[in-house]
């Protein structure tokens, strides 16, 4: 493993060596940080504007949510809301889920996949608890809620936003001296 906590490393012993080595490995992340222009995290300009933002209530956007990702609406309006965002290239409106990411949103929607503006970091439920649970994306922590049928974690949980914000986990970690366990939840896409 790359550098990286003797704490950090010791608590993901739940997770398989070979899991942990990618989970870890900062040098592949930093890789996907040069290479990813897709989530915007490596510019120093947002592209897309937050123009509204409100509940979520756009018919399309519930049926994506509730239909094609099979996620509890009673449980997805406690973490979303519907933004209305800007492309500035384009001049185009779009609409989509979105869900606190630092000072922005992470924004979602049948068609695409993102971030408004800057200011993109992990969101974090804090509970203070040994165990966190740790998601790449924020369609995984409401799929994870909706399969336990609960409206919260009962543990801290972590939504990376995006996998290329890991390092910013770490430093989560080592500031937390409570936290013993991870349970990683990931995308499975190439990154992963």
Do not use: W
């Not at 942990?20 to 940080?33: G, H, P, R, T, V």
């Not at 123009?51 to 979303?80: M, N, T």
């Not at 993109?120 to 203070?128: H, L």
């Amino acid at each position: 493993m790359n550098t990286i906590s003797a704490k950090a490393s010791h608590i993901v012993s739940n997770i398989s060596k070979s899991q942990a080595e990618s989970l870890f490995d900062i040098s592949k992340q930093q890789s996907a940080m040069q290479t990813n222009s897709a989530t915007g995290l490596n510019k120093k300009s947002g592209s897309i504007e937050v123009q509204a933002v409100k509940p979520l209530y756009s018919y399309p956007l519930k049926h994506y949510l509730s239909k094609d990702r099979g996620i509890d609406l009673d449980i997805a309006d406690q973490y979303v809301k519907e933004v209305t965002c800007l492309l500035r290239k384009s001049n185009k409106t779009l609409f989509a889920i979105g869900f606190a990411s630092g000072d922005t949103f992470a924004i979602r929607n049948k068609h695409f996949k993102g971030f408004a503006g800057v200011g993109v970091d992990i969101s974090i439920f804090q509970k203070q608890t040994q165990k966190v649970l740790l998601f790449e994306g924020f369609i995984d922590f409401l799929s994870y809620l909706t399969a336990k049928k609960i409206k919260e974690s009962p543990f801290t949980a972590v939504v990376l936003n995006s996998s290329v914000m890991l390092e910013r986990f770490i430093d989560f970690v080592n500031q937390n001296t409570n936290v013993k366990e991870i349970d990683y939840f990931r995308d499975r896409d190439e990154l992963n």
